[in-house]
């Protein structure tokens, strides 16, 4: 147990505290969707150009990403409590200024403004979760994260669909941002009486040089897939990502320096000697690219270019979200005894046949029938996410020492929220420039770019460990 406890907190403290994080997980994930369904809302009653419908989507995941490693570190030194009721409180500021947003540029700002507090309170879910159970236990723990957060990305546009269409007190889409102040409320006073403050014991030191480099090296990356597209691809968008590269191992260097000459490290270098680590960061960002550019492309698809409004196009992704608990609450549980890694191969072969289903229907709509078909695909989906990403957090941290959670948290979501970010700047900005065109060819192109991820996913869970879900074996008895 860390140092910072006083004593064992019961089974009621644990599961409360579950409970509450779990809020801010579904807070800060229906917040990177919700936007989605009302794109066309922000087109027309804020003018929005698609440069700045992109940075409305991407900027939240932007700026989530690339503070995420310094809120983690930030969690193990000033305390996870403490960092994570800052996050929800700054996440509730920004909301209340998206919602009250007069133009597109201040809609922007505040969305940058909710992705720099999410960062700062997302990291300590997993790090709380990392100081309470034993490694063995986070697999039903982060199964329920997986549950709810795979719930949380597909009712953020069902959630939308709806405040859109109830059109509470002529306020048009605010609502979707104006709901959580109630909920981060409420959040909040019961966090303050029932978290752990946790934290790193001896606690780290800063790393300012590091958490310079850290952001630096990310922009230089995400910055070019989000403005290249609509500038042209101008010659600072093809060097930026050089520019990142170099970024990156001069802040490998520094690390390694640092952690030689015992000084404070944004991130212990042997937190990536773990090779269930290093396979789970690669696997959840590259999931994170399939997963953002589907939840954009559908509703876009939807609406923009078949006719349905935000309610419709909410209620056709109930079954995504239903397919995910499914796969989640009881094949992810019946299985994972049994198949252990293997299990995230079943959901990508099940998310493949979802993605193809979907392609074939939105790229030749003739309704009635096609309506069922699309949401089998749906279903399929969402039973493919569950059973790819609910595991996969408690198979990347069976090795991590309790010492760096939150380090190692905020490198574990910093690289789904920077596959996020990368997927809808992207692939997402090809397909948003592309289906203006040509709708049919534009989701053909996404839904091929999809496969060939979900098959590099199947190849990279070999790498995850054989027995991680299992109880560790009881010491030998004295002979």
Not at 84 to 108: H, K, Q, R, V, Y
Not at 282 to 298: D, E, H, K, N, P
Not at 306 to 332: K, M
Not at 399 to 406: K, L
């Amino acid at each position: 147990m860390n140092g910072s406890y006083e004593r064992q907190p019961t089974d009621r403290e644990r599961t409360i505290s579950v409970a509450v994080v779990t809020v801010a997980l579904m807070l800060e994930i229906i917040d990177g969707s919700v936007v989605n369904v009302a794109i066309p809302h922000f087109r027309s009653s804020l003018g929005a150009s698609t440069a700045q419908i992109e940075w409305i989507s991407a900027g939240y995941a932007f700026f989530f990403a690339i503070t995420l490693i310094p809120g983690g570190r930030m969690g193990d030194i000033f305390g996870y409590r403490r960092m994570f009721l800052s996050g929800m409180i700054g996440f509730a500021f920004a909301s209340a200024g998206c919602g009250l947003a007069p133009d597109a540029e201040t809609l922007i700002a505040m969305r940058i403004l909710q992705g720099f507090s999410g960062a700062l309170m997302g990291p300590q879910i997993l790090s709380i979760v990392q100081v309470l159970y034993a490694p063995h236990e986070r697999f039903k723990v982060m199964s329920i994260f997986g549950l709810l957060g795979g719930v949380a990305g597909v009712l953020g546009p069902i959630i939308g669909g709806v405040l859109i269409r109830a059109d509470i007190m002529g306020l048009g889409w605010r609502p979707i941002f104006l709901i959580n102040l109630p909920v981060v409320a409420v959040a909040v006073v019961i966090a303050m009486r029932v978290l752990p403050k946790g934290g790193a014991e001896p606690k780290p030191g800063l790393d300012l040089k590091g958490a310079l480099l850290n952001l630096l090296a990310f922009s230089a990356f995400l910055l070019p897939l989000i403005e290249g597209p609509a500038l042209g691809w101008p010659l600072w968008s093809r060097l930026m990502p050089g520019a990142g590269a170099l970024l990156l191992a001069l802040l490998w260097r520094h690390l390694r320096r640092r952690a030689r000459t015992a000084r404070p490290v944004l991130v212990p270098p042997n937190v990536f000697a773990s090779g269930a680590f290093r396979a789970g960061l690669s696997i959840a960002m590259v999931y994170q690219v399939v997963t953002g550019t589907l939840l954009i492309a559908v509703p876009v698809m939807l609406q923009s270019h078949l006719g349905f409004d935000p309610l419709e196009t909410a209620l056709l992704h109930v079954p995504f979200a239903a397919g995910a608990a499914l796969s989640i609450a009881v094949l992810g549980r019946r299985l994972l005894p049994y198949l252990g890694r293997k299990m995230p191969l079943i959901g990508v072969a099940g998310q493949i046949t979802g993605i193809l289903m979907m392609a074939n229907v939105l790229g030749d709509w003739d309704g009635g029938a096609d309506a069922l078909r699309l949401m089998a695909g749906f279903a399929l989906c969402g039973c493919g996410m569950g059973l790819i990403s609910a595991p996969l957090p408690a198979f990347a941290f069976v090795q991590i020492d309790q010492r760096n959670a939150g380090a190692a948290s905020g490198v574990f979501r910093a690289s789904q929220q920077l596959g996020m970010a990368i997927g809808i700047a992207s692939l997402g900005g090809i397909f948003l420039a592309q289906s203006t065109h040509d709708a049919t060819s534009a989701i053909w192109f996404l839904a091929k770019c999809q496969v060939a991820l979900l098959l590099v996913i199947a190849g990279l869970s070999r790498l995850l460990p054989t027995d991680a879900h299992k109880p560790a074996p009881a010491p030998a008895a004295p002979t």
